[in-house]
């Protein structure tokens, strides 16, 4: 089945430590993206990339981090520097061009301890 | 800085009925305009894509408008089930997507 997965489904923190988050797609998108989703807001983008070894921040990228070491994985990891971390996380992927649709993965969500 | 907003925030409606979803939007400099649904702690799925070009599109029970002039788009659901229940998100799509904060709809039995 093509498709984007995510991983875990639930993540716990403890206050000071770093996660990381999985995404994982094989629809062999370019494009990849990470955004976060807190209760009766949109979603906002934390980071993207559109090519391999490439990324950009996004509106709110302070307090994550991420790499593109290969086309179909994506990981964010969330640094102990965001104070704020709880919430719904989605990843999407997309071709590259103009004003391509975006496909996303089932979510992760994250508590704090 | 593109806003989108969607009014109303939560709708609860009875089985049958016929509803209208609504987005605004500032820029209507755009690529397309996209609904998706999202159940309770899921992902998105998408429902419907409009083009810049277009003016609305239908997916069975589903048809979406596009006004750019208005800066506004609508969804329109057409005999509401207990399966639509869900939220409701608006994106528009201009390089980077921006969306709304989402109505989340409630189709009682």
């Known amino acids: 089945d093509g498709g984007i997965t995510q991983s875990p489904k639930y993540l716990f923190r403890k206050e000071g430590q770093n996660v990381t988050l999985s995404c994982e797609q094989n629809?062999?998108?370019?494009?990849m993206y990470w955004y976060r989703q807190d209760p009766g807001q949109g979603l906002r983008l934390i980071y993207y990339?559109?090519?391999?070894?490439?990324?950009q921040k996004g509106d709110i990228a302070e307090g994550y981090s991420v790499s593109r070491e290969k086309k179909e994985s994506f990981p964010l990891t969330v640094t102990s520097a965001q104070k704020n971390p709880t919430a719904f996380y989605l990843c999407?992927?997309?071709?590259?061009?103009?004003?391509?649709?975006?496909?996303f993965g089932p979510g992760t969500r994250l508590l704090v301890l | 800085k593109q806003e989108v907003t969607q009014i109303p925030a939560a709708l609860s409606v009875p089985e049958g009925e016929n509803l209208v979803l609504n987005c605004s939007f500032t820029d209507s400099a755009i690529y397309n305009l996209q609904w998706f649904r999202q159940d309770p702690g899921k992902g998105l799925t998408s429902l419907l894509l409009i083009q810049s070009s277009q003016r609305e599109q239908t997916s069975g029970r589903l048809n979406a408008s596009l006004d750019k002039s208005s800066g506004r788009s609508t969804l329109y659901i057409a005999a509401s089930q207990p399966g639509d229940s869900a939220t409701y998100l608006c994106a528009l799509n201009n390089n980077d997507m921006r969306f709304g904060a989402g109505t989340r709809l409630t189709v009682k039995p």
């Open positions: 999407a992927s997309s071709t590259v061009g103009g004003g391509e649709t975006q496909y």
């Open positions: 990339s559109q090519i391999v070894n490439d990324f």
């Open positions: 629809l062999n998108h370019d494009a």
